[in-house]
């Protein structure tokens, strides 16, 4: 008995650190996805699930290889029994049926089942969340966007709200750049808002019932911040507010920093084109920064 819990433990051991490996593997990949802009966001839609679920089918196989492997060495399965097919049965918990363990090694079966009903959990979760985050880049998602709607709203801010507006832009810029953290104050950040942006911008904020967690600065022709909270970010709220500068002008520029590849995906997701780069030596950070540009598109009239 002891015998069978320690070969069938570290089989499922091993087992775990392959799917451990392969789901580091995918979330990053997902990630890099998540960066780059495309304008068909359906089809990268299809192609992050089909290389998902592939990788994962490949390395549900390859621990069905792992337990066949063991139940070679330990003598478990009769003898003539094919070893691949008896483990494959095991794992996906089908349950014993032509092929029987022998005596010696019987609780081998069910410690194969539970290693695999533990790492089909473990892929469903991951392809849950893979889904979910590439229908949100791909705009499939859409939590309350609008005027109202659920406790969440759209609206202009006031200069009484320089506090959490200011909190906003800290919270996601030191998120973002933390290499840049702490370059200026929370008074600072706020004399920036009652000074500057609140008199040369319109400024608008995404509120969750009363909390605010996004806004947007902009006057004719520029966007000068647009900052969501972290904990908010993937949501589809950047999309919401950026809309509210698109639907006032028919051209914007901003800049934003080369090495920020999140904000830069989002802007080229949303139509903008790089037109300028610099090596950062007339911005404040003294960090490369890039312009972008955007233009609405008339159609043609006939």
């Not at 995918?26 to 990630?31: C, D, M, P, Q, Y």
């Not at 947007?216 to 919401?240: C, H, K, M, S, V």
Request: glycine content about 8%.
């Amino acid at each position: 008995m002891l015998r069978q819990l320690l070969v069938s433990t570290a089989v499922s051991a091993g087992n775990i650190a392959i799917h451990a490996i392969v789901m580091a593997a995918v979330l990053w990949a997902a990630r890099i996805a998540d960066e780059r802009a495309t304008s068909r966001p359906s089809l990268r839609l299809v192609a992050v699930m089909i290389a998902t679920v592939s990788v994962l089918m490949a390395a549900h196989m390859a621990e069905v290889l792992v337990w066949s492997l063991a139940y070679g060495m330990a003598g478990a399965a009769p003898a003539g029994a094919d070893l691949l097919y008896f483990a494959f049965v095991n794992y996906t918990t089908l349950g014993y049926g032509d092929v029987t363990p022998v005596e010696r090694w019987q609780l081998l079966g069910p410690m194969t089942a539970m290693n695999g009903v533990l790492l089909f959990g473990w892929s469903t979760a991951v392809i849950f969340a893979v889904l979910r985050k590439a229908m949100v880049t791909g705009g499939a998602d859409d939590p309350g966007v609008g005027p109202k709607e659920g406790g969440r709203m759209l609206r202009q801010l006031a200069t009484e709200e320089t506090d959490q507006a200011a909190a906003v832009l800290r919270a996601s810029f030191d998120q973002a750049l933390p290499t840049l953290a702490g370059l200026h104050t929370p008074d600072e950040d706020r004399w920036f808002f009652r000074n500057r942006l609140f008199v040369e911008c319109q400024i608008w904020g995404y509120f969750n019932d009363s909390e605010l967690v996004g806004i947007i600065a902009f006057r004719e022709g520029w966007i000068d911040q647009l900052y969501i909270l972290p904990a908010w970010q993937g949501r589809r709220i950047g999309t919401a507010l950026l809309q509210v500068a698109q639907d006032r002008f028919d051209r914007l520029s901003l800049w934003t920093f080369q090495r920020n590849r999140r904000a830069r995906s989002f802007y080229e997701h949303h139509g903008f084109v790089a037109v300028r780069e610099t090596d950062g030596s007339r911005n404040e950070e003294k960090d490369p920064d890039v312009m972008y540009s955007w233009q609405r598109q008339h159609p043609e009239r006939v």
